[in-house]
C-alpha cells in the first residue's frame, strides 16, 4: 500500500531552513527516505515537536552525542551519505494529539511500511534492543571502582555490627512469622 505523505522535502540539505520553520510547534509522524539506497531504506519517527526534533537532527554537537553513546542507524546513515542524500517526509500532522496517539500512529506506520534504519520495530519502546559488546564492557567498566560508590567499598566493625543488628528479628525484611516464631527465609 502506497503511502502518500502530507508534505515531502525532496533534499533535506538544502530545505533544511524550511523544515525547521514550516514543522515549528507542530507534532507527527516523520519518514527520512535515502535516495542512495536500492529502494530507499527509511526511518519512522514521531514527536510532539517536529522542528525541536529536526533541530537536533542537524546539530553536529547532538549527532556526536548520540553516536557517542548508542547506536542510530539513521544518524549513522545520514553522517555516512550526507544530507542532500534523504528525502524527508511529514506522513501526518497529530497537532492535539497524546504521546500515546502518536506512537499508535507511529506503530500503524512501521508495521506497514517495515522501515530499514528503524533499530526497534514497536515504537516508543526498547523492547527487543540488544547492546552491543562495547557498550556491555562499558557498562560493566563504569560499575567498579571509583565512579561508583558502593561496589569495592570496605566498612569498618562498628558499621558492620550497625548493619547487622538492624536485619535481626521482626526488622528483617527477609523474616515472616509463622505461627507465633521467627523464621528467616
Known sequence: MAVVPIVTYSNADTDKLDILKNNKKKSG??????KETFGGKSYIGS?????????????LVNIER???RSKSHIISAILKYGYSNFRLE????C???TREDLIKREQYYIDLL???YNILQKAGSSLGFKHSEETLTKMSTAQ??????????KHSEETRAKMSSSRAGEKNPMTITLFGVN???
Open 29 to 34: 509522524i516523520y519518514r527520512w527516505i535515502n
Open 47 to 59: 514527536t510532539t515537536n517536529l522542528s525541536r526534533r529536526f533541530r537536533v537532527y542537524y546539530s
Open 66 to 68: 548520540i553516536v557517542s
Open 90 to 93: 511529514i506522513l501526518e500532522y
Open 95 to 97: 497537532d492535539g494529539s
Open 114 to 116: 517495515k522501515p530499514e
Open 144 to 153: 567498579v571502582g571509583a565512579k561508583n560508590t558502593i561496589f569495592g567499598k
Open 183 to 185: 523464621k528467616i527465609i
